[in-house]
Antibody, heavy 121, light 108 residues
Framework: QLQLQESGPGLVKPSETLSLTCTVSGGSISSSSYYWGWIRQPPGKGLEWIGSIYYSGSTFYNPSLKSRVTISVDTSKNQFSLKLSSVTAADTAVYYC?????????????WGQGTLVTVSS | QSALTQPASVSGSPGQSITISCTGT?????????VSWYQQHPGKAPKLMIYDVSKRPSGVSNRFSGSKSGNTASLTISGLQAEDEADYYCCSYAGSVVFGGGTKLTVL
């Protein structure tokens, strides 16, 4: 059974960089059938797609966050990571990593449990 | 890129049917049949309920169905049950990925 697990600091200071890692177990991140993505959810609000990465390193970002986001992949560790720079209180959210099927039908089928990141001094 | 438009809340009694709409544009919802729906219970990760507008993943009850007309997709839940009370999000993958604002379903 595929599992995704987010990890990283739960508290980040304003203007600093938020860094999270998603570790994939029970399957290979190097499959050609999937993208690996980050989605966030501010407290009490809706879901927002941040971006996705293919195992080769190709990336796709939400235009509204593109200038501050970097997603990278480490196939040797079966992990992918998110960096969000110049954070403000508006970036406080539960951050999910998820797998997106891209061959045939497309959808996010496996999600991590989510990790709350608070931006505060 | 704007979020897809969903009603903030809907409600229904057990056994009834409800429909949640998801309105986008000709560039997202209206362009391809690349719309899915997710159910999210409090404190939990979203769960896929519908993909490709109207297809159900294995294990999802046939009480859940989806459709689309023009730039608006819809999720219908028939025979409402208490366990259906949750937030529901539509999602379009045409071009970029965009979610709806979410709809809170209350089972009265």
């Amino acid at each position: 059974q595929l599992q995704l697990q987010e990890s990283g600091p739960g508290l980040v200071k304003p203007s600093e960089t938020l860094s999270l890692t998603c570790t994939v177990s029970g399957g290979s991140i190097s499959s050609s059938s999937y993208y690996w993505g980050w989605i966030r959810q501010p407290p009490g609000k809706g879901l927002e797609w941040i971006g996705s990465i293919y195992y080769s390193g190709s990336t796709f970002y939400n235009p509204s966050l593109k200038s501050r986001v970097t997603i990278s992949v480490d196939t040797s560790k079966n992990q992918f990571s998110l960096k969000l720079s110049s954070v403000t209180a508006a970036d406080t959210a539960v951050y999910y990593c998820a797998r997106r099927k891209i061959v045939g039908p497309t959808f996010f089928d496996y999600w991590g449990q989510g990790t709350l990141v608070t931006v505060s001094s | 890129q704007s979020a897809l438009t969903q009603p903030a809340s809907v409600s229904g009694s057990p056994g009834q049917s409800i429909t949640i709409s998801c309105t986008g544009t000709s560039s997202d919802v209206g362009s391809y049949n690349l719309v899915s729906w997710y159910q999210q219970h409090p404190g939990k990760a979203p769960k896929l309920m519908i993909y490709d507008v109207s297809k159900r993943p294995s294990g999802v009850s046939n009480r859940f169905s989806g459709s689309k007309s023009g730039n608006t997709a819809s999720l219908t839940i028939s025979g409402l049950q208490a366990e259906d009370e949750a937030d529901y999000y539509c999602c379009s993958y045409a071009g970029s990925v965009v979610f709806g604002g979410g709809t809170k379903l209350t089972v009265l």
